[in-house]
């Protein structure tokens, strides 16, 4: 049986998975990533477990390799200035992956676009041509699917949402600009929109009990699923300005579809329904009621991986064409 | 010789065009659009225009049409509810004009995307794979390339970069809703901007004489040049509200080139330089000193006709391949 390889590569851990064309994964391994401080001997490791499981299944054959990792440069291979991994500088990471197997594709991307190309192969976006992903984890990010190809741009670096302006001078987003849409939308953003909240307002929140650095997007959810009024409004909030950009990027490459993914997302239509409502206000009038807000096809799956090998299926596609 | 004719709808006038392969313009012929009430008929006339110049040039072998008109679909081949023409509803323009010619490839689109097309095939656009054309007339257009195509989108409408917000609840925009780019950034933006300025300042300027329903961007663009500051005001305010939206261009489709089209981009770089500032400072770091911006290399053409004429070339080139 034909198979690829997934690799999502994390700042403390890295997945491995072996997934078939249909986007069946059969096995998950894991190991640590913040151990090996040369990437020389981490894909020492990497390729040994890879070796180990194709010698466990001798009917495997692996055609190709594809990894999702952050900061990673689809067009060089590379990932440059990781802020969360050990291997600082250009680090070319399909080269040295590909002196341990020559004869194979490898390809990489960033998480966020893995994520998008996984949806495109396996998920709902299977027979789209014009959609968008946006993971709401510790950050915003996004994959572009334009004609039925993910959107790289010239430089490799396309589909960074989660740095679009929403405020200037706002928020300080942890790419040193400020009033990037991530710092409003996203997991973390959730909480501190829900601390401005608790600031302006008098009423009370069972969330006034929690402390800056123990509150998570999932707290807030929770409350506002038994009632609490300032975190429904944090959501609202959320969704709100999420949607206000979402009709941006209507206006520049006409979605069908905008999948949500990631811890932020489980909230649904918590946050999908101020979002759609938002988003049709600020449309323009040509662009609305068309463009279908919905959690990921992928949610209870490890999207990472199965992205990370749809992106080693797309490279065999496109040697086979 | 091969040709192609590129026909311009504008709501006064439309121009038609006789362009090779090269981009080079033979003949253009102007005929009226507002006096013809019923689409059938304006096509009679465009069509006896067209079979007048190819009886005129027998060495002429006319091998497909481009269309270039307000709110053009380019996946249905129609125009829609276009405010400036006559012509309502939903109007089946490239399968009415295919009844005169049946055997040749015809396409629409709107004017800013042909104006990007026409860049693509015979402008500094030749050979990039990722840029993006905007058209500063009386509103803002946009037209956006990646991976070598024109970004179409989902309904065929995709390139509406002038109705991004800036502003919610800002400036009130043609469209009915607030705060869009295109009421910052235009030629008709800037007269608006001028004027808000003009009202927050005491200082003198010759632009004080001249009535809002008389000032055109010319007349700000000629006063800044003969050192009005408050002009000069008014080029930096708008160039930096364009900057802050060519860097969430940037994280969309990330472009190599920006190139500027239309009577405000005449302005050069009185507008190119506050919006070069600007978009580095929005920009995400990996994405700062790699983008061009620069005026299109079919300023001093009928970039419109050229540009209707490069999409049946595209088009031509898509059957051949």
């Not at 950009?245 to 489980?266: E, I, M, N, R, Y």
Request: net charge negative; proline share 4%; with cysteine.
């Amino acid at each position: 049986m034909k198979i690829t390889a997934g690799i999502d590569i994390g700042g403390t851990n890295t997945v491995i998975g072996f997934v078939n064309k249909e986007g069946k994964c059969f096995v998950e391994k894991t190991t640590s990533t913040t151990e090996f401080k040369e990437v020389e001997k981490y894909l020492e490791k990497v390729s040994s477990i890879i070796n180990d499981e194709l010698a466990a299944n001798p009917d495997w054959e692996l055609c190709g390799i594809g990894v999702g990792a952050p900061n990673a440069n689809f067009h060089k291979g590379t990932i440059e200035e990781a802020p969360n991994l050990l291997w600082k500088g250009k680090v070319p990471f399909c080269e040295l992956l590909g002196k341990f197997y020559p004869e194979l594709p490898i390809a990489i991307t960033n998480d966020a676009n893995a994520a998008a190309m996984g949806e495109l192969k396996f998920g709902k976006g299977k027979g789209l041509k014009d959609f968008a992903v946006i993971t709401l984890g510790t950050g915003l990010g996004s994959g572009i699917v334009v004609n039925g190809d993910l959107v790289y741009g010239h430089d490799g670096f396309a589909g960074e949402l989660g740095h679009t302006i929403v405020k200037p001078g706002g928020r300080l987003c942890g790419c040193g600009k400020k009033g990037c849409l991530e710092t409003y939308v996203s997991a973390t953003a959730v909480v501190r929109s829900m601390f401005e909240i608790l600031c302006n307002s008098n009423k009370p929140s069972r969330l006034r009990d929690i402390p800056y650095n123990k509150m998570t997007s999932l707290d807030v959810e929770l409350a506002l699923k038994e009632g609490d009024e300032l975190a429904k409004e944090c959501y609202d909030y959320t969704g709100k300005i999420l949607g206000m950009k979402l009709a941006d990027l209507a206006c520049h490459t006409s979605p069908s579809h905008v999948f949500l993914f990631g811890g932020a997302a489980k909230a649904g239509d918590l946050i999908i329904k101020p979002a759609k409502e938002s988003m049709e206000e600020f449309l323009l009038p040509i662009f609305r009621n068309k463009i279908s807000i919905e959690l990921s096809g992928l949610m209870n799956e490890n999207a990472a991986v199965l992205g990370a090998s749809a992106l080693a299926w797309n490279e065999i596609e496109k040697q086979e064409n």
